[in-house]
């Protein structure tokens, strides 16, 4: 059975303690490193999915993705955050790059094939489509509650975790995660509304 099978299955249990976990995957213990992968490798490959919506690009990510948690784990720091928090963020940043890759490319091949020349750069019309771009979204956090719209700014803004976001705010955990869906749904039918 595959990797990816057994994880749609959800028959991984996550171990109690990840954070002893990472510790000695840090120091190389390959038993360790297949704990973590068995408890986070479900939910990587589900955000990865998510945003790639191509399975097998999907696949190769998440491979990618726990690849770099094996070659980074010394570098996860526990006072920042959660071992799954530090995980997810490598795999959204891995999924993100790879859909710029590939629209990059695809916009290269198109005008390789349209046979186009660039044209030339207008500053004044890149200011000015970057000046409505901030319009829309102001716009857009506008009409989010004030708790949405304070815990996107602290999320994408200063950088914060959900558990940071939580804390800074003194707000229970799942409530800040509802906050932030629903605010991003929001947002998303606000600046889809406005293209």
């Known amino acids: 059975m595959s990797s990816v099978a057994f994880l749609r299955r959800g028959e991984a249990e996550p171990p109690s303690d990840l954070r002893t976990v990472m510790e000695h995957v840090a120091r190389g213990d390959h038993e360790a490193f297949a704990r973590l992968y068995d408890a986070v490798a479900g939910p990587v490959f589900g955000l990865v999915r998510r945003v790639l919506r191509d399975e097998a690009q999907s696949e190769e990510v998440m491979q990618d993705v726990m690849l770099e948690v094996w070659r980074g784990a010394a570098r996860y720091d526990p006072d920042r955050g959660e071992v799954m928090s530090w995980v997810m963020t490598i795999a959204h940043r891995r999924a ?12 290269r091949d198109q005008k390789a094939a349209a046979g186009t020349r660039e044209t030339p750069f207008d500053e004044v019309a890149e200011r000015a489509e970057a000046h409505l771009d901030q319009q829309q979204v102001r716009h857009c956090l506008r009409r989010l509650t004030d708790l949405q719209r304070e815990s996107v700014l602290l999320s994408f803004y200063q950088g914060l975790t959900y558990r940071e976001v939580a804390e800074r705010l003194r707000a229970p955990l799942g409530t800040v995660k509802t906050r932030m869906r629903d605010a991003l749904i929001r947002l998303r039918d606000c600046l889809g509304a406005g293209s």
């Open 96 to 107: 993100v790059d790879r859909v710029r890759h590939c629209r990059a490319a695809a916009d």
